[in-house]
């Protein structure tokens, strides 16, 4: 319950921790000990990827713990992945589930009346900051008189249904809560994965290319689930039964156990057999699904590079909804083909390119080739093109002490040979290709020299073997130990070569362009520099689109309105 909080990775790292102290303690365990495979139930879990629950493993521990855990959950949820999932699946009786939000002013009443009825209670919205009013709820005042219990809530004791289940969801993507607020609460991070965005996009792209399929396959996990379920209560059932048996001899002789169990012998057979050629239906529907999923995979990765643009400046904030709005537009708009792989090519190539000129848009200037430097890593990084090792040295350059040498050449400041040295030298040390490369500065001075003074030096050969050892990103790692300032240039060559010359030219602001994403509830939001004003597109716009003056409103929100 401590590791809620944690990313996939690092979960694991703690198990791997954890594992294996038991082993250097002598403990027994089991060979595949995790807490996943010792808590699942695959029938809780089947009903809660119907309920719409992302299906990767971070997903549904997330939602073990919220539902075994002892304290009450709270979710930090950005993408409102847990807060939709909880909504579906507390809501499968009509009002067996209350939804309010934090902002919403006193709701004690209402609360009041779910712990007494065994509601389920999801307060949503939530700050850093929780109401006072909520501190006995939290932690858990219940006193147990006679056959029921009870909870002290605020002055008033009340009768505590055990149907009573209370969920509390933030969409803050990195909250601080005081330590008096962690330790009545267990946090859960209900931020989307990889995986799970994957299952989301790779579902919505065979709902639009194969709609009967994703039917078809949506109607066996429900089938297969109320199955599970069905398997469940017939063996709850029949333990039941047995149990109440007081000997052996009663057991035999009670003819109603005995009608019972071959009944439920007989509907457990044939709820198998069905399960069984379900499962295969299902499995044969996911190969034909995996087809596609190349395009789920490059969806997923390109998410992830466009919420990164939050460290480049906290304005850049994209919501999953616009994004999945922006994939399945990108289906639709792609060109069509019969050829399974040339139309997974074809949305691969227009969604990209969608996403780069609508990100584009709302990016300053400055930024811009920021983000297709950033697209291009990302997508070579997902096709395994590049060595993380060489990517960080890039970024970061070396690190530790390196010893200095003396200039050896008048034809460079002491100071841009200091960098040079260290650069070359702490990349002879750390990557493999780099080796050597250090003393080739001596072997190779006349060469480098021209490459220093040349106008292009990232259009020009690498001196001696370097040149052919090297690939394209490890050659920036050279240019910007001798020529920092061409480095722009040299990065713009880059994205050129790898993506398309399209990716660095920038797409110039359209109002046309933009107002074909804007609907009646997603307004255009113009960001301002001083001395800009939009109304003379704005009214072109107006008048190209046929609304009269009379229907135009303009209202100013300066000083004093």
């Known amino acids: 319950a401590y590791a809620g909080v944690f990313t996939a990775e690092y979960r694991r790292e703690l198990e791997r921790d954890w594992i294996k102290q038991m082993d250097d303690l002598k403990i027994k365990r089991s060979s595949d000990l995790t807490m996943y495979k010792i808590l699942k139930d695959d029938v809780r879990i ?151 965005l994957e299952e989301q996009l790779l579902n919505t792209l065979v709902q639009q290319e194969m709609p009967e399929l994703q039917e078809k396959k949506n109607r066996l996990v429900t089938q297969n689930a109320q199955a599970l379920k069905d398997l469940q209560t017939i063996e709850d059932t029949i333990l039941s039964m047995l149990t109440k048996s007081q000997s052996f001899e009663a057991l035999i002789d009670d003819e109603g156990l005995i009608n019972e169990l071959g009944t439920s012998q007989v509907k457990a057979t044939d709820i198998k057999k069905k399960r069984e050629e379900s499962e295969k239906t299902e499995k044969q529907i996911d190969e034909t699904r995996q087809k596609y999923k190349p ?87 997902g096709e395994n093109k590049v060595d993380p090792s060489v990517w960080r040295y890039l970024l970061a350059g070396p690190t530790g ?64 073997e370097f040149d052919t050892k090297l690939n394209d990103l490890e050659k920036l790692v050279v240019l910007k130990a001798l020529r920092p300032d061409k480095m722009t240039e040299a990065i713009q060559e880059y994205i050129k070569k790898n993506m398309g010359e399209k990716y660095i030219e920038y797409p110039t602001f359209n109002i046309s362009d933009s107002y074909k994403d804007a609907r009646e509830t997603i307004p255009l939001i113009f960001i301002l520099t001083a001395g800009s004003d939009p109304m003379g597109d ?24």
Not at 142 to 169: H, I, M, W
Not at 302 to 327: G, R
Not at 348 to 367: D, K, P, Q
Not at 540 to 558: H, M, N, P, Y
């Open 46 to 196: 089947r009903e809660w990827n119907v309920a719409g629950l992302p299906s990767d493993s971070l997903s549904v521990e997330n939602a073990i713990i919220a539902f075994e855990a002892r304290r009450w959950p709270l979710m930090i949820d950005p993408q409102t992945q847990a807060n939709k999932f909880i909504k579906k699946f507390g809501q499968r009786d009509e009002g067996s589930l209350l939804t309010f939000k934090a902002s919403e002013g006193s709701i004690v009443k209402q609360l009041e009346n779910a712990i007494e009825a065994g509601q389920w209670v999801l307060l949503e919205n939530i700050g850093e900051k929780l109401d006072a009013a909520l501190e006995p709820l939290l932690q858990l005042q219940r006193v147990r008189k006679g056959e029921s219990k009870t909870v002290q809530f605020g002055d008033k004791s009340l009768n505590y249904a055990e149907g009573f289940d209370f969920f509390l969801t933030t969409t803050l993507p990195n909250p601080h809560y005081q330590p008096e607020i962690s330790v009545r609460v267990t946090l859960l991070n209900f931020a989307i994965t990889q995986a799970g």
């Open 295 to 381: 395009v789920a995979e490059r969806a997923s990765l390109l998410f992830f590079c466009i919420t990164d643009l939050a460290y480049v400046d906290s304005m850049y904030q994209y919501s999953l909804q616009w994004y999945n709005s922006l994939f399945s537009l990108g289906i639709d708009n792609a060109p069509k083909s019969s050829v399974v792989s040339v139309r997974i090519q074809n949305i691969t190539a227009h969604f990209t390119g969608s996403l780069y000129e609508n990100v584009c848009r709302s990016l300053f200037e400055r930024h811009k080739l920021q983000f297709s430097f950033m697209l291009c890593m990302k997508i070579m990084f």
């Open 401 to 464: 002490d390196i010893p200095k040498k003396d200039n050896p050449w008048k034809w460079i400041r002491n100071d841009e040979w200091d960098h040079m040295y260290r650069q070359f030298k702490g990349a002879s040390n750390t990557l493999p290709n780099f080796k050597g490369i250090d003393l080739s500065l001596t072997t190779y001075h006349k060469e480098y020299k021209e490459y220093f003074d040349s106008k292009d030096p990232h259009k020009m050969a690498l001196p001696g």
């Open 538 to 561: 704005w009214e072109k716009f107006a008048d190209l689109k046929g609304i009269i003056k009379t229907k135009r409103e303009s209202v100013s929100l300066g000083q004093g309105q």
